[in-house]
């Protein structure tokens, strides 16, 4: 165990340069995140071992690309593996096919979150993140060269000094609460059940069927075990902190529906709400949010999960940046304004599914319209580009810029000298990225004093017709940064030098 030190800023060594409190989807992918950027990472968890529940069931397009870009997607059986990867999704509970878009699909289907929790803390953990269970975060003091970070602990209360704290620690986030950020929003109006139910017999209703009681949901996740949503009309959402009885389940289950399932049991047992809520900033000084202490909505989709481990690999090469000493701190405020909008986004279409797949009688008309709409595809592309987060364009570049910019980089199949390899893989070991495409010389000169952070490849198209290739259209270099977006592209070397500064600090020697 790390030497620990209490007090305020100043004198004290640091145990980390990070310490990251909540070890869910969010907390274990931004310390692996930080460890491939070479920043040394604590993780603190209250639990003693993963509760095995799995709130969520699968993760969308986007997620799908930022798992594949670490070279994660084959712990989850893909790809080419036992993967389920679903062209179908939904906007409210009405379904169709997301393909509309070129090469997008909704994203991976029946994923419990304990193998994606499981996945990724043997990542992080392999790749040297500290990761302390029954460690609870208690409260943190900051000061000018760091923060002070008191848990309680089974030995009693330990402090641990970092340069920063990140607050992944669910919607109740104790972190979130102890900064003092503000988290406006809307209250909850109605609660809802979630549980893994044993033994009912349940006929699929993968999609929910409403009902004059409420709405109900039910899909198989292995013999005899299915996975339930019950939402009963006029129930306000339960003021409690502890789980929901099966007891309940079956009683709402049988108002609702009429079907006894008291003879059956369950797995565990949960509820959400509708409460929506996001943060008015995502950092204050040296704490920051990312996940569910960020932002908190109704459930749909996935997209919770999504946005989390997203939030991640936004903040993480940068935090490492930071920590590591060739980025300034203002890096950091990137954070804030790339992601803020996209969790205002998240909050407006789950609220708007919320209202249109839960909501009583009142809503038929406008189910009955969003069914009409959804039948032009101009709509369903842009349902399914909102849903899936394969939409997002971070606001920099300028309007000049290529319309790559600001863009996740396309997965694009490359030859590359001594063989084969694709713009996903380039990416494995978070660094930027320098894409030649008809070896230019003088681009990587510009790019030499970054060397260490930059690798420049030159490389050919693979399939230079594929629509993944038509995005490059106007341009043969491509500038990406660790988490995949693209941060300059062109035909020309114009530009370069100072996007290279821009997103990759001061250079490190002189060209």
Known sequence: MQSEAAGGAGGAALDADVIIVGAGPAGLMLAGELRLGGAKVIVL???????????????????MEVFDQRGLLPAFGGPNGTLEISPLGHFGGIQFDFTVLEGSHFGARGILQSLTESVLEQWAVGLGADLRRGWEFLEFGEG????????????????????????????????????????????????????DVVGCGLRPRFLGERLPGGMIMAAPLREGVDRVIVVENGTPAPDRSESPSFAEIAGAWERITGEDISGGSADWVSWFSDATRQVT???????????????????????GLSTGVQD????????????????????????????????????????????IFVGGPEMDPIRAMFTELID????????????SHVDIRYPYGGPDAHPLVGRRMPHLDLTVAGGTSSTTELLHPAQGVLLDLVGDPALRGVAAPWKSRVVPVAAALAD????????????????????????????????LAAALERWFGAPETSA
């Open 464 to 495: 230079s017709d594929s629509p993944a290739a038509a995005e490059l259209t106007g341009a043969t270099a491509v500038l990406i940064r660790p988490d995949g977006h693209v941060v300059w592209a062109s035909a020309e070397g114009d530009g």
């Open 281 to 303: 900033e995502y950092r204050r000084g040296r704490v920051l949010l990312a996940g569910d202490a960020a932002h908190v909505h109704l459930p749909a989709g996935g997209q």
């Open 45 to 63: 968890e209250r639990l003693l071992q993963p509760t095995g529940q799995s709130r969520g069931l699968g993760f969308t397009a986007r997620a």
């Open 312 to 355: 991640a690999a936004n903040l993480g090469w940068k935090l490492a940046a930071v920590v590591t000493g060739w980025a300034p701190q203002e890096l950091l405020d990137t954070y804030h304004g790339e992601r803020h909008p996209v969790g205002k986004r998240l909050l407006m279409n789950t609220a708007a599914q919320g209202m």
């Open 376 to 387: 032009h595809e101009e709509v369903r592309r842009h349902l399914s580009g909102i849903v």
């Open 144 to 195: 000018e060269g760091g923060v002070t970070v008191t848990a309680g602990t089974a030995d009693g209360v330990r402090h641990l000094r970092a340069s920063y704290l990140v607050g992944c620690d669910g919607g109740h986030s104790a972190v979130r609460k102890a900064a003092g950020f503000e988290f406006p929003g809307t209250n909850a109006t109605r609660g809802m059940y979630l549980a």
